[in-house]
């Protein structure tokens, strides 16, 4: 041992003689075997100093006496060089003071021993301490000399055995403050530092200023926090408060020196008694304190019971040998030593002493700062491989320091409350669309559902039904259903909605498409050609959608990715992260067949527009949804277009999204339905009544004409009242019964269909002797008929000497005129009502008959009646 003192380490042997000496005196107090030898010390100045050593050495060995075994070595240097010569000379050397882990190796030293626990017992003590504390992640800050850095390699290979990560391994000589930061900026939580205690108020000052303490950090140092270095801070620009806010909650790790357990070793003595002993003679003699003292009375100890055990067995030998003369040889008595010392087994001062391959299984101590001062928390026992819980560690919060910043993932997925609204009004929207359907097949007879072609009704419902359909599997995600199920699911949504727009779309346009086509081309023979065409164009369009469908799934079928968005801190200010995150279906080309399907669908639409558009003015009476298809088509085109660019604004959003887009969904086939059925189911329900339907389509927009003819036909009133009088009765009575038949004709013209085979010969024979007339003439003369209806009844009610004119009633009542009305009448009748009665297609009939010689009354009449 070095004899002279160390100014960072003080005089280790003149510390731990008394220890020794103290050792000797109680052997010689044992009973026999140990009582009966003396062992005996021979101390050699190392100096610290490998070749002074070697020298002092080698003298021994020459010069004698020559030791049985070496006890000592404080100096890690001296130690190692000393250590790997000893298998040679048989030699044992035994340790009390060095702990660097590089001396554990037994391929260089097998016959080094020591009682002290190495630095990698320590290691090994605190990957326990991090794993009970659920610590996977690690840093290291460690000063640059050789007893910290093997520390490090080893606790590395340490942690990288228990599988915790170390993150950042930083090293500093003389500024710790850019390898703190590093640490810091590489979110290490937890820290190991092992450096000098001569730098721990530096470190804790840059610690301070970058604000790694508190509940977020914890620093695990070694084992000098017991002494108070923190008021020395002068060198630092930081106070003495600052560093110990910095330091508060830290835990040192540190091997066990003296043992608490109260139990009697094998000294026959407490580790308390033997404490008291030795400071009383280390005050006498004015020394100061090592933690090394113990385990050098341990130590004495350890080599007594050895030599003791090796000499009574060469004794044993010697004297029942057959062979007289017998001796040991040097080689067999060191064997035999290290033999023994494997078997050492006892309780002593520093705990029990135990060896395992030449390292003491010893006990690690655990301790925090709290409130300024050093606590036991918890202790190691190297033999049992457990904690053992002294006193409560305390962390700010209750919660332990987390290892790392976690972020945690957070689907970003569709309210289940919104889901659930959605999923409802879906619901009724399509059990609207089947009343519908039902509607239409229990009055599929009726002439209004006739005429409005009842295929392409069907189609409308059955494209809003998928459409409605496809909004079921929007809201599925991960959460709900498997990967595989949510593709398919996938997969299913986009063909649902593709196919049910084609389908509505397709038949509104068809049906749009049919209006234009009817004022385009009035002839009878043109239109029959075309009967087919709309169904046929359909058939084309969902052909078209069928086709993308295949070659999407076929050729590129959707998969299930995951969108990952920028990591957001905790809304609640907790310390941790959330990585947000969506699950989309995509493919390879997803943009291609985006483009595809917004080109086709944008097509349809933007054509079914512009028909509704140019036909905006015409109405077909026998076809009562014209009107509505154009409502319908203003009001989805808009609503899909903003939709379509609002849900690719929001798509980061899936709740705003999926509104958008079922939004969109519901008003287009809610809109349509409403504005194709509700009409039809209006009508039929309050009866077919042309005048009620002449008025609804058609007596507003010609309010002002119908007020000036009425103007018109007072002046003519007054004169006919002149000429003719008395006739007043006579047009009422005619008016009536005209009205009355034609209310009746009309209540029975589903029972008169089969009449129409019969009458089409006839028919087609009127039909060529009349000329063609406009839409809009024949509107104004059905117009005029009632507008002679209101203005005879007005001057009924009027008295004599009122200004309407008798001359004008007489004029209307007579034959002639009344003839003359039927016979302008009957080509406007033919075609309002005779497409209705035999659900055929007619064109606009000829013009009115230019004089009542040409066609008796009777004749016209007879017409009018069989015909209707």
Not at 149 to 176: C, K, M, W, Y
Not at 348 to 371: L, S
Request: glycine share 4%.
């Amino acid at each position: 041992m070095p004899l002279s003192g160390d100014p960072g380490r003080g005089n280790i042997t003149a510390e731990v003689l008394p220890a020794v000496e103290l050792a000797l005196h109680h052997l010689s107090e044992q009973p026999s075997p140990l009582g009966n030898y003396e062992l005996q010390f021979h101390l050699t100045d190392s100096e610290c100093d490998n070749s002074k050593v070697l020298k002092a050495f080698f003298d021994t060995i020459f010069n004698g006496p020559k030791p049985v075994m070496i006890f000592g070595g404080v100096c890690s240097s001296v130690t190692s060089i000393l250590a790997q010569s000893l298998e040679s000379w048989n030699l044992v050397q035994l340790s009390f003071a060095v702990t660097a882990p590089s001396l554990a190796n037994k391929r260089r030293f097998p016959n080094f021993f020591r009682t002290v626990p190495s630095d990698s017992a320590i290691n090994v003590a605190l990957v326990r301490f991090l794993r009970q504390y659920g610590w996977s992640r690690v840093g290291t800050l460690t000063q640059r000399e050789q007893r910290f850095t093997e520390v490090q390699g080893d606790l590395s290979r340490h942690l990288e055995a228990a599988n915790i990560q170390l993150a950042e391994a930083e090293s500093f000589s003389e500024n710790p403050f850019d390898c703190i930061k590093k640490l810091k900026d590489n979110d290490v939580r937890i820290v190991i530092a092992h450096f000098d205690v001569s730098l721990a108020a530096k470190v804790f000052c840059c610690v301070y200023n970058l604000s790694m303490y508190g509940q977020k950090y914890q620093w695990i140092l070694p084992s000098w926090t017991q002494a108070i270095w923190w008021t020395n801070a002068d060198s630092t620009n930081c106070t003495v408060n600052n560093i110990q806010t910095a330091i508060e909650g830290s835990i040192s790790a540190d091997i066990e020196t003296l043992s608490t357990r109260n139990v009697r070793g094998i000294s026959g003595r407490t580790p308390q008694e033997y404490e008291k002993e030795y400071d009383k003679i280390r005050q006498l003699k004015r020394l100061g304190v090592s933690k090394f003292h113990g385990f050098a009375y341990d130590g004495t100890w350890v080599i007594a019971k050895v030599l003791t055990r090796v000499m009574e067995t060469v004794r044993y030998r010697e004297r029942y040998s057959i062979h007289r003369n017998f001796t040991v040889s040097e080689k067999e008595v060191g064997q035999m030593i290290l033999e023994a010392m494997d078997k050492i087994n006892f309780f002593g001062v520093t705990g029990h002493v135990m060896f395992q391959r030449g390292e003491r299984m010893a006990n690690v101590k655990f301790a925090q700062f709290q409130d300024g001062r050093a606590v036991d928390i918890e202790q190691y026992s190297a033999i049992i491989d457990e904690l053992e819980f002294i006193s409560p560690i305390r962390f700010q919060r209750d919660k332990p320091t987390k290892d790392r910043t976690h972020v945690y993932p957070h689907r970003k997925r569709i309210s289940i409350f919104l889901y659930g609204i959605v999923a409802f009004l879906t619901f009724l929207g399509i059990f609207t669309a089947c009343s519908f359907l039902v509607f239409s097949v229990k009055h599929r007879n009726h002439w209004a559902i006739t005429m409005s072609r009842p295929f392409m009704n069907s189609l409308i419902i059955f494209g809003a039904v998928l459409s409605y359909s496809s909004i079921f599997f929007m809201g599925l995600d991960g959460s709900y259903v498997s990967d595989r199920v949510f593709e398919v699911s996938c997969s299913v949504q986009i063909s649902c909605l593709s196919i049910g727009c084609t389908a509505a779309s397709g038949a509104m346009f068809a049906k749009t498409w049919t209006i234009h086509s009817f004022f385009k081309n009035h002839s009878m023979e043109k239109k029959a050609v075309k009967t087919y065409g709309p169904v046929l164009l359909l058939m084309f369009l969902l052909l078209i959608d069928l086709s993308l469908l295949l070659c999407l799934h076929i050729l590129d079928p959707l998969r299930r990715t995951v969108k990952v968005y920028h990591i957001e801190a905790d809304p609640h200010g907790q310390d941790f992260f959330i990585q947000p995150f969506s699950e989309h279906c995509e493919n390879t080309y997803m943009g291609f067949w985006m483009a595809a399907f917004y080109v086709y669908k944008g097509i349809l639409l933007l054509s079914t527009c512009f028909l509704a558009w140019i036909t905006r003015q015409k109405n077909i009476p026998a076809v009562n949804d014209s009107r509505s298809i154009r409502f319908s088509v203003f009001v989805s085109v808009p609503v899909i277009l903003t939709g379509t660019c609002a849900s690719m604004l929001w798509q980061d959003q899936p709740n705003v999204q999926f509104c958008i887009v079922t939004l969109v969904i519901i008003t287009c086939c809610c809109s349509t339905l409403c504005m194709v059925f509700i009409p039809k189911i209006i009508f039929i329900r309050m009866g077919p009544d042309p005048a009620f339907l002449s008025r609804r389509f058609h007596l507003i927009q010609w309010h002002s004409e119908l007020e000036k003819k009425i103007g018109q036909d007072d002046d003519k009133r007054n004169i006919v009242e002149q000429n003719k009088p008395g006739a007043s009765g006579c047009v009422t009575d005619m008016r009536q019964n005209i009205s009355s038949t034609l209310d009746i004709l009309l209540s029975e013209h589903l029972h008169l269909k089969w009449h129409i085979k019969k009458l089409d010969s006839e028919l087609e024979d009127l039909t060529r002797q009349l000329n063609e007339l406009s839409p809009h003439v024949i509107e104004n003369i059905i117009v005029r008929s009632f507008v002679h209806k209101a203005v005879k009844e007005k001057c009924l009610t009027l008295p004599e000497s009122s200004h309407c004119n008798r001359n004008l009633l007489e004029d209307i009542n007579s034959p002639e005129l009344i003839h003359r009305r039927l016979s302008l009448q009957l080509p406007i009748l033919h075609h309002a009502y005779l497409p209705s009665i035999g659900g055929v297609d007619s064109s606009p009939l000829s013009s009115p008959i230019e004089s009542p010689q040409h066609t008796p009354m009777p004749r016209t009449y007879g017409v009018l009646v069989t015909g209707l």
